[in-house]
C-alpha cells in the first residue's frame, strides 16, 4: 500500500457547492473501505486535497477520477505519489 495526494484545484465554485454532498459522500464511503488517509480544503479557496491509500498508481488514478468533483468538471486533478515523513 502507498500513499497517493490527489490536488483537487478549483474550477467552478458555484459547481462546487451543488456537488459538494456527493463529493463528501464519497470520499465517507471510501474512507469506511480504508482508501482515505486524510483529507480537506486549501485555507485560500483554491482548492482541496485528498491523500489515498491504494496498491498502485493505476488504483489511486482509478479512485480519484471517479470523484463527481472530477467528474463533473468542477475541480483540475493532479495526482502524486506522497511520500510520508516519520
Given at each position: 500500500?502507498?500513499?497517493?495526494?490527489?490536488?483537487?484545484?478549483?474550477?467552478?465554485?458555484?459547481?462546487?457547492?451543488?456537488?459538494?454532498?456527493?463529493?463528501?459522500?464519497?470520499?465517507?464511503?471510501?474512507?469506511?473501505?480504508?482508501?482515505?488517509?486524510?483529507?480537506?480544503?486549501?485555507?485560500?479557496?483554491?482548492?482541496?486535497?485528498?491523500?489515498?491509500?491504494?496498491?498502485?498508481?493505476?488504483?489511486?488514478k482509478?479512485?480519484?477520477?471517479?470523484?463527481?468533483?472530477?467528474?463533473?468538471?468542477?475541480?483540475?486533478?493532479?495526482?502524486?505519489?506522497?511520500?510520508?515523513?516519520?
Amino acid at each position: 500500500m502507498a500513499h497517493y495526494a490527489a490536488i483537487l484545484y478549483m474550477l467552478d465554485e458555484e459547481k462546487n457547492q451543488q456537488l459538494r454532498p456527493q463529493h463528501l459522500e464519497y470520499l465517507e464511503t471510501l474512507g469506511q473501505q480504508g482508501k482515505v488517509f486524510a483529507k480537506g480544503p486549501f485555507a485560500d479557496g483554491s482548492g482541496g486535497m485528498v491523500i489515498y491509500v491504494a496498491d498502485s498508481i493505476e488504483e489511486a488514478k482509478e479512485i480519484a477520477e471517479n470523484d463527481p468533483y472530477v467528474i463533473e468538471g468542477v475541480r483540475r486533478l493532479e495526482l502524486r505519489e506522497w511520500k510520508m515523513s516519520q
